[in-house]
T-cell receptor, first 112, second 114 residues
Framework: GENVEQHPSTLSVQEGDSAVIKCTYS??????FPWYKQELGKRPQLIID?????GEKKDQRIAVTLNKTAKHFSLHITETQPEDSAVYFC???????????FGSGTRLQVQP | DAGITQSPRYKITETGRQVTLMCHQT?????MFWYRQDLGHGLRLIYY???????DKGEVPDGYVVSRSKTENFPLTLESATRSQTSVYFC?????????????FGSGTRLTVV
């Protein structure tokens, strides 16, 4: 089955700096890669996703890049703000299978 | 979102007891999922369902039972609870159509087995 590894496990940045979270996946058949944000005590919420036929996708201050050859994808957050502080999860799903495999999460702390 | 609800929000049970966690969605989404969240492990899939009466095992199914007699409900039963099943349980649903199928999660159930 699919295995998703996520790094780093914790990340602390100054407000206004950029943050990058990286994930690798094992199943070359995976074609859908969402990212979720989970604030303390809350449910995970989808923030951005990308499919394997696209190399990069942006939505305001967040972007995701995908390298199919290397089987890794990354989340980029620019101009970080204190409200970006949360745990971020990457996930992957193979073609024809809706069940997502999640990474272990990255706790991002944005220092004001 | 109010469209997917879990109950109870908190539950304390004793080892060996049977406990059922409820999940209800109002969107008529075909797919429903149960994940458990433990520190350091992220979200791990327990069971999922593609439609009523269709269920399949995930990564960590042992000790759990699911059923889906109606599209809107997907209960998760711990037949004989163990301390290792202390966790936060999230239910999620997803549309069957569309090329991007991000989940919508419920608010979670925090289960403590003593």
């Amino acid at each position: 089955g699919e295995n998703v590894e996520q790094h780093p496990s914790t990340l602390s940045v100054q407000e206004g700096d950029s943050a990058v979270i990286k994930c690798t996946y094992s199943d070359s058949a995976s074609n859908y890669f969402p990212w979720y944000k989970q604030e303390l005590g809350k449910r995970p919420q989808l923030i951005i996703d990308i499919r394997s036929n696209v190399g990069e996708k942006k939505d305001q201050r967040i972007a995701v890049t995908l390298n199919k050859t290397a089987k890794h994808f990354s989340l980029h957050i620019t101009e970080t703000q204190p409200e970006d502080s949360a745990v971020y999860f990457c996930a992957a799903s193979p073609t024809g299978r809706r069940a997502l495999t999640f990474g272990s999460g990255t706790r991002l702390q944005v220092q004001p | 979102d109010a469209g997917i609800t879990q109950s109870p929000r908190y539950k304390i049970t004793e080892t060996g007891r049977q406990v059922t966690l409820m999940c209800h969605q109002t969107w008529s989404h075909s797919y429903m999922f149960w994940y458990r969240q433990d520190l350091g492990h992220g979200l791990r899939l327990i069971y999922y369902s593609a439609a009523a009466d269709i269920t399949d095992k995930g990564e960590v199914p042992d000790g759990y039972v699911v059923s889906r007699s109606k599209t809107e409900n997907f209960p998760l039963t711990l037949e004989s609870a163990t301390r290792s099943q202390t966790s936060v349980y999230f239910c999620a649903s997803s549309e069957s159509q569309g090329i991007n199928y991000g989940y919508t999660f419920g608010s979670g159930t925090r289960l403590t087995v003593v």
